[in-house]
């Protein structure tokens, strides 16, 4: 069974960090394109890594946002600095495969106060 289980969401004031972590079981997550969302209601692409390491950003984020992967631990990262209030989102990873298909996690609640 496949699951994908982000954590480290919370409220923190503007100007302040978070570290997102999306947690994989049940796949070879280094073999994955992981996908960093947020939804604010409709669904913002925010950041992507692929198996190669590769990332690419939004832009309401470029410089802000950090997205790193751990393989070892079948685990990606968002740190999240500079946080605004506009970033306040459900965050949500996805994992995606050509072939093996494509994951959701259940997504962690961020905050922002002013």
């Known amino acids: 069974q496949v699951q994908l289980v982000e954590s480290g969401g919370g409220m923190v004031q503007a100007g302040g960090s978070l570290r997102l972590s999306c947690a994989a079981s049940g796949i070879i997550f280094s073999m994955y394109t992981v996908n960093w969302y947020r939804q604010t209601p409709g669904n913002e692409l925010v950041a992507s890594i692929t198996?190669?390491?590769?990332?690419n950003y939004a832009d309401s984020v470029k410089g802000r946002f950090t997205i790193s992967r751990d393989n070892a631990k079948n685990t990606v990262y968002l740190q999240m600095d500079s946080l605004k209030p506009e970033d306040t989102a459900v965050y949500l990873c996805?994992?995606?495969?050509?072939?093996?298909?494509?994951?959701w996690g259940q997504g962690t609640q961020v905050t922002i106060s002013s």
């Open positions: 996805n994992a995606e495969h050509q072939w093996k298909g494509t994951y």
């Open positions: 198996s190669g390491g590769g990332t």
